[in-house]
């Protein structure tokens, strides 16, 4: 599938403004953290812009952006709708809970409800995202098991990457930020692992074959496209990208995505806060890059059964 | 909606087409391209069409396909065969480019099943395109919706066309006939019977997507003897011979 930056760019950082909403939320309402209120103010600042910008981002790739309001209405059955509404109802709790930490001082009570609300949506709009692609039959590598705990993680993940160097800068709950970091990061390269293995080992869900009605009864190799070309089908969802490049971003995904921000993480942890902060800044930078590199890979590592009409052997 | 409405009237239109005739002319994607440049969900937009890179929207492809048969004659070349295969919108009875549609552009008529888009309400996303296993969908990037087969639903109600020519563009200009018209609901009509007797067949129909139109596999061979040199036919190289031996081969066929 192609990799279009606006999608990239809008399911990560709409991502990592939802897990670091969700974290402040929960955190916040059990009071985990304190309600600093200069926190308050730039974690779920961060947090709802984050979110904002993503969701604008998304409406870029769109052929009439002026008519994006229409991809609220048809939530019964569409994923993409479901996440639309979604993403808008979890603004009212959210700001609650902001106005209850930032200007009350208080995430409790009616704010501590406020905020496991808003924690469900969050978690709840990164499901609907991920579900998006993992309803798609027509792509394997989507429509699997290990798509939405992938979205999932990837969210908390870099969420907490952002919380851990919110918490060093003001210097609030700077332990149990570092631990969640920790834990996310560990839980996100796991299940991006599984998803990888899950893809290498999958069996293929048709054949050239089965695409022309003649599965079962005959071999088939395209011999002839319909025209010289490309058309918006192969430009769309004929993208390919080679082993051996994929090979190398999987590694930089694991090393520079998860495994060195997580060495960052444990120093920061140990060091004077002044150094601290700079570390996790560096930690942040590593995840954020890590988690773009790795959704360009979901899409172009992702192959549509319309390739069997253009020379795939199998899909 | 995009909710698939129970059908009220038992009408599945679609199209029947027939893989042993075809013959790969393109004809039905140039008889689609015209009628509907001016049609339903026209125009379909051509870019750099007489450039070095021509680009556009087309409702009907033909792709060759090189087939073996994975049993029988024990292959090689002889059993290789060249395959024709249109591919157009399928129309198909759980149409997912429809429910993943989150402005409700995209839907399914409930009286005949065809699936059309309503190209004030589409906003481009492309999500109904990537729901297809068929590729039926493309992308108009001058208009920026979606356009799809409409089965030529502005012909085969037209009014103004003479009965006849009531089917879909593509069918009317077939010149071997291979593609056919018809209600798939109705298990008398024309289509469905060519669909029992030819064994017709749905394209990767494990994915669940029910497609209303249906493919004629390729018939058999000849078999290995009936195919031999004409030479070894009786009568041997007398000229007359051969011809009368050509012709009953043709006729008992």
Known sequence: MHPAASVILFTVTSGMGYGLLALLAVLGSLGALPPDPGLGLAGLGVALALITAGLLASTFHLGHPERAWRALSQWRTSWLSREGVLAILSYPPALVFAGGWVLAGRTDGVFALAGWLTALLAVVTVCCTAMIYASLKPIPQWRNRWVMPGYVALALATGAVWLALLAGVFGVGRGPANAIAVLGLVVAALVKLAYWRHIETAAPIATAADAIGLGGVAQARLLERPHTEENYLQKEMGFRVARKHADRLRRFVLIGGFGLPLVLVVLASSVPAAVSVWLLALALAGTAIGALVERWLFFAQAKHTVTLYYGAATV | ?253
């Open chain 2, 1 to 253: 909606m995009t909710a698939i409405a129970p059908n009220t009237t038992g009408r599945k239109l679609g199209l029947v087409i027939d893989l042993d005739t075809c013959v790969g002319c393109h004809a039905c994607a140039v008889a689609c391209k015209e009628w509907n440049d001016g049609g339903h969900m026209a125009p379909l937009t051509d870019e750099d069409p007489y450039g070095t890179e021509p680009f556009g929207v087309w409702f009907n492809r033909i792709h060759a396909f090189e087939t073996q048969p994975t049993s029988g004659c024990g292959g090689g070349p002889a059993t290789t065969r060249t395959l024709h295969f249109p591919r157009s919108c399928l129309h198909c009875e759980q149409p997912d480019c429809v429910t993943v549609c989150p402005t409700g552009a995209s839907y399914k008529r409930a009286e005949d099943g065809i699936v059309l888009v309503d190209e004030d309400k589409c906003i481009g996303c492309k999500l109904c395109s990537w729901a297809c296993p068929y590729g039926a969908r493309e992308y108009d990037y001058n208009s920026g919706t979606m356009k799809k087969c409409t089965l030529c639903v502005d012909r085969i109600y037209n009014q103004n066309l003479p009965p006849a020519e009531r089917q879909p563009a593509c069918v009317m200009v077939c010149p071997t006939s291979a593609r056919h018209f018809g209600d798939l609901g109705d298990a008398d009509s024309g289509v469905s019977r060519l669909v029992a007797e030819r064994g017709g067949v749905d394209l990767m129909p494990d994915l669940g997507y029910q497609p209303t139109n249906k493919y004629l596999p390729p018939r058999e061979r000849r078999a290995a003897a009936d195919a031999a040199p004409l030479a070894d036919a009786p009568g041997g190289a007398d000229i007359g011979q051969r011809l009368l031996g050509w012709v009953d081969r043709l006729l008992s066929r």
